[in-house]
């Protein structure tokens, strides 16, 4: 099959797991709906740059799924096509993130909402359901990687490790919400690892055919 694309999907995978990191980062670390009403309302640049950072990572990692599926070549790979499947559909769930990020934004700049109306939100049905959607897929696809490369052993130990450890942390994310800044950059690093040893195996594979 030809992987000439390899490069450019490890390129753009790596990218996404920065914008990951960048817009994670960038929203405040608090579960107090009024303050992040005021962080809304006083902070607009920040949850801009948030949700641009976030459809960013989404178009990033869209590109770069086939590299996960590149750094599995045989055993393991069930794993990591299920994977890639169940992380396509976080990526789509982010790009939908990034966009209500702008929306609440722009809700709270004007007044239209308020600490009694975010209650409701954060008890809105279907609100809840695209959270558990988004939060799900991610990590599910993450556990299923990270199974696919420990059967295959053809990527470095720490990589699957850092995204288990990612989802081990899930459960603590909700009670302490600045571990949501520290879980970003482990994943983030994981998705960088990937991309730097698929483009690497890539790269010798292609010495080898020229010789």
């Known amino acids: 099959m030809d992987d000439h694309w ?117 008890d809105d049905p279907g609100l809840r359901g695209f959270t558990v959607v988004f939060v799900g897929s991610f990590y599910l696809g993450e556990a299923l990687l990270a199974v696919g490369m420990l059967r295959a052993r053809t990527v470095p130990r720490w990589v699957p490790v850092l995204l288990l450890t990612h989802v081990a942390m899930l459960p603590l994310t909700g009670r302490v919400p600045q571990l949501a800044a520290i879980g970003a950059i482990v994943v983030g690093v994981a998705f960088m690892g990937v991309a730097v040893h698929a483009n690497e195996r890539f790269q010798l594979a292609r010495v080898g055919r020229e010789r």
């Open 6 to 122: 390899l490069p450019y999907s490890a390129a753009a995978l790596a990218s996404g797991a920065v914008a990951l990191v960048l817009g994670t980062l960038s929203l405040p670390m608090s579960s107090d709906d009024m303050a992040l009403l005021q962080s809304a309302q006083v902070e607009g640049g920040r949850w801009i740059m948030a949700a641009a950072a976030f459809f960013f990572c989404a178009v990033g990692m869209g590109l770069g799924l086939p590299t996960f599926v590149f750094a599995l070549p045989r055993r393991g790979r069930r794993f990591g096509y299920a994977g890639t499947t169940v992380l396509g559909v976080a990526t789509l769930a982010m790009a939908a993130y990034g966009a209500l990020l702008v929306f609440f934004q722009a809700l709270a700049v004007n007044g239209i909402i308020d600490e009694s109306e975010m209650v409701l939100l954060g």
